[in-house]
């Protein structure tokens, strides 16, 4: 009975729910151009973002761009809520201040990051496999047998996915989410640590910034991200979009890079990087800034300051 009380009074609950504002924000904002990047970087015909948006709404409308939304939804309050606070608790841990007062070094940030992105990718592995199986459904084509019905959400292919390939099968490009996370955030919070210093002098010693500070600190930090290991989502995608009846399936990482390379040029790798791009802005500028208003409501002095660590984060 008195569980959520004391929950959401503690620091805990009120990261956990300010996390699952700016995590639902980030989704919100940009899946429709999640969906455009999947599909890019599955297509072997080169199209561009705008011919694939065309062809997306004259086959399927508007609401193809939200498919699959619901797993990566349900699932964002307790990934970003295990994120900030696994990042607060490693960027301290790798190289611990002179203060609890004092913001981690830039050190610990990104090793802060790096583990956080590694740890994470347990959780998002199977999100993430979920929701590019749905995306890239087309109900323009004739429903194949023994195969779920189209639109019938994450839960009716899940349960697929462990019929036909095992609970194995939901982890599939499990090894590649986890080299494309843990450098990206790394890079991640870096970014975004230095540019809200950058734009807004103590800023993270303070805790004080201005939505103008949030938004872009939190878009370049998305950019930075997602520009670093973006081959390396590429890949992730190519071998996630198969199924056990794809015909010549991808025998492992190395074997999708380079039949992809040798099939497509080198360009394949960057393919859909735009449309990335823009949506990494838009995304993390409303997740930080989700974020951080969240706190500054749950906290009456208006400082996201706690007992051992200030937060400042995805």
Not at 223 to 234: G, K, T
Request: net charge positive; proline share 6%.
């Amino acid at each position: 009975m008195d569980f959520w009380p004391e929950f959401l009074a503690s620091s805990w609950g009120k990261e956990f729910v300010a996390g699952g504002f700016g995590g639902t924000a980030g989704i919100v904002a940009g899946y429709p151009l999640d969906t455009l990047r999947i599909r890019q970087q599955q297509t072997n015909s080169g199209s561009s973002a705008l011919t694939i948006l065309r062809r997306v709404l004259a086959t399927d409308g508007p609401a193809a761009f939200y498919r699959g939304m619901a797993a990566p939804l349900a699932a964002v309050t307790f990934q970003n809520a295990m994120v900030f606070q696994t990042y607060a608790i490693l960027s301290r841990a790798f190289d611990p201040p002179s203060s609890p007062n004092e913001p981690p070094s830039y050190k610990g940030v990104a090793l802060g990051g790096v583990g956080t992105g590694a740890l994470q990718s347990v959780l998002l592995s199977p999100v993430e496999l979920l929701k590019i199986r749905l995306q890239l459904q087309d109900t323009s084509h004739s429903k194949q047998p023994n195969k779920p019905s189209t639109c019938r959400g994450p839960v009716t292919v899940a349960k697929y996915i462990i019929r036909t390939e095992g609970v194995r099968g939901l982890y599939r490009g499990f090894t590649i989410t986890a080299l494309r996370d843990a450098p990206s955030h790394g890079f991640y919070f870096w970014t975004y640590e230095y540019m809200r210093e950058q734009l807004h002098p103590g800023c993270r010693k303070n805790g004080q910034e201005s939505l103008q500070t949030m938004l872009l600190a939190g878009g370049l930090a998305g950019v930075a991200s997602w520009v670093c290991c973006y081959p390396l989502d590429v890949v992730k995608t190519r071998l996630q979009a198969q199924t056990p009846s794809s015909a010549n399936p991808y025998k492992g990482i190395m074997d999708c890079l380079a039949r992809s390379v040798r099939q497509e040029g080198y360009s394949v790798l960057w393919r859909g990087l735009g449309t990335a791009v823009a949506r990494a802005f838009v995304v993390n500028g409303a997740v930080f800034a989700a974020y951080e208003t969240a706190l500054r409501c749950f906290f009456s002095n208006g400082n996201i300051q706690t007992e051992n660590t200030i937060y400042s984060t995805d």
